[in-house]
């Protein structure tokens, strides 16, 4: 029987107060890692408010996984079409039993085999993510699958090893051994102290500029 995200809520219990259940980051490495993509990505979307990122958040998706909590969330989830606002948690059935379109998990000594292996199966015959990849802040392995008749599939890499995400309309790439964002002309995509330099360097280039040409800036 096909349940409705409707019925699906009915029958679940109430979820109003479950909070997020996850352990602290494996170390400084891949908080900063976890950070910068979450920073980055709501200064480039800050004008929108159709999405929700989930940090080390805790999804809740079945009764037997809220009985047992036997499954960490991921490191970093984004889900679309969907408002941008304070959750304690995902919560499947609270939220039309929408899952995330996009996951990437940050591997670590502790939870590389279970990110590659248990999770991935998850994602793709549970959760059914369009697009799943992973990255190891301390020796920067890197992957990325995108859903195709029902299995994971490896996305290939451009010449500058980026990998191409649909969900997000921007390549994934390592920069300085950190895993960017990068626009579809392979432009980085700034933190916001990044961008805050780069229009300060504008503003000085466009003042020597018009001091060289005999116009006063001040004026």
């Known amino acids: 029987m096909v349940f409705t995200a409707k019925q699906f809520a009915e029958l679940m219990p109430d979820a109003s107060q479950l909070e997020s259940d996850e352990p602290p980051m494996g170390s400084s490495e891949h908080y900063a890692q976890l950070l910068l993509l979450v920073t980055c990505l709501e200064w480039l979307w800050r004008d ?6 989930g940090a080390n958040l805790t999804i809740y998706f079945s009764k037997q996984q809220l009985k047992n909590r036997d499954f960490r969330g991921p490191d970093f989830f984004l889900v679309k079409k969907t408002d941008k606002k304070p959750r304690k948690s995902w919560v499947v059935w609270e939220e039309n039993g929408k899952y995330p379109d996009l996951i990437i998990e940050l591997l670590s000594d502790s939870t590389a085999s279970v990110d590659r292996n248990l999770k991935k199966e998850l994602y ?34 451009n010449e500058n090893g980026f990998l191409w995400s649909e969900s997000l309309g921007l390549f994934l790439g390592v920069y300085e051994q950190k895993l960017r964002y990068f626009t579809i002309e392979k432009i980085l995509v700034p933190t916001p102290q990044e961008a805050a330099l780069q229009a300060q360097e504008r503003a000085h280039k466009l003042e020597a500029k018009l001091r060289s040409l005999g116009l006063d800036p001040d004026q």
């Open 48 to 53: 929108r408010n159709d999405y929700f990122i």
């Open 124 to 157: 793709q015959n549970s959760f059914r993510t369009p697009e799943y990849f992973w990255f190891n802040p301390e020796d920067l392995e890197f992957a990325g699958f995108r859903l195709q008749n029902e299995k994971y599939q490896p996305i290939l890499a």
